[in-house]
């Protein structure tokens, strides 16, 4: 892999005290293109502009997927990813759905730790802290046929992040809006898919969410997703969440969530939610907690459904499920406890 250091490091720009999210990228990236149908050898440059013109076939086209992943400064002082192998095989599962060419493991395991070193000081040192990883993949030919395009770049760009929540948060059971349609591409970490989210997001900031509570495309009865989390439901000490689909991106957050959960021995149910029962019981005091899971996110507990122009309260307990699994994974994430399920990759 070729290596090229910037001269004029952004470091002391950044307030590691007061970190936002996704605000400051971080002074290099790794960047690989698929050309003549193969995958290049890749390369660490410094962070700058893309070399294409406004031809850019992801412009017009939306060929675009990406990930979202962390890595963590250990007790130790040393750096650990959490899990980067499951990000790179559901980043190739959302290009296989948009017609991107397979991206190697190698390239994309090679290139994440060799960035991570080469850019080790940008990795807070902060409680609740992390340097958020974002490798994407898009379409870089320049041509305005519809068709898929012919080039493809590969690329990783990194950002310390404090806490995408520090409190919990009221989500609006969607509605009128559609996040994903059955056949289509939810499941998939495409660009699109966030971007379609936009306007109704906005509309329930307006209206004094934080996020959106997604429901199903058919007749808006079954919950699916919240916003950027998956989404999770604690009622009479059983903990449940919709059961994946081709709508629901398959959070590797959640996956984690509920190994740690069936292994304290909590009943898990994986099923389609109703959104009529999780109203009842809320409105009843069955409904004991509720949280959002993902890698931005973490967990964060949801105090207010939002429905019919009412807010519903919901417990949000500092001593509950979603606090306990935050608490696990955090002590996994930054080496304060056991790593049984190998979960972290060090640097």
Known sequence: MKVRTTTDSRLSTIDFNNLGFGAGLSDHIFICEYKNGAWG????????????????????????????????????????????????????????RMLIPELPKEIFMEGLLELIRIDSE????GENTALYLRPFLFSSSEFVAARPSEEYTFAIVTSPVGELYTKPVKVKIEQHFTRAAQGGVGFAKAAGNYGGAFLA????????????????HADHAYLEEAGTMNVAF????????????????????????????KEWGIPVEERRISVDEIVAAAKDGSLEEAFGMGTAAVVSPIDGLGY?????????????????????LADIRYGRAADRHQWMTQI
């Open 41 to 96: 050898e890749g390369s660490i440059e410094p962070y700058g502009a893309l070399k294409q013109g406004l031809g850019l076939h992801a412009l017009h086209y939306g060929q675009a997927v990406f990930e979202g992943q962390k890595a963590y400064r250990q007790a130790d002082g040393s750096i650990a990813i959490f899990r980067p192998e499951r990000n790179w095989e559901r980043l190739n599962k959302s290009g296989a």
């Open 122 to 125: 940008w990795v807070p040192r």
């Open 201 to 216: 997001t906005r509309k329930a900031v307006e209206e004094g969410f934080n996020q959106v509570l997604w429901t199903d």
């Open 234 to 261: 604690v009622i009479h000490g059983r903990l449940i969440t919709p059961a994946l689909s081709d709508r629901i991106l398959e959070g590797i957050t959640r996956e984690s969530i509920l190994i740690l959960a």
């Open 308 to 328: 019919h122009e009412a807010i519903i309260p919901v417990p949000a307990p500092e001593n509950g499920v979603a606090m306990r699994v935050k608490s696990a």
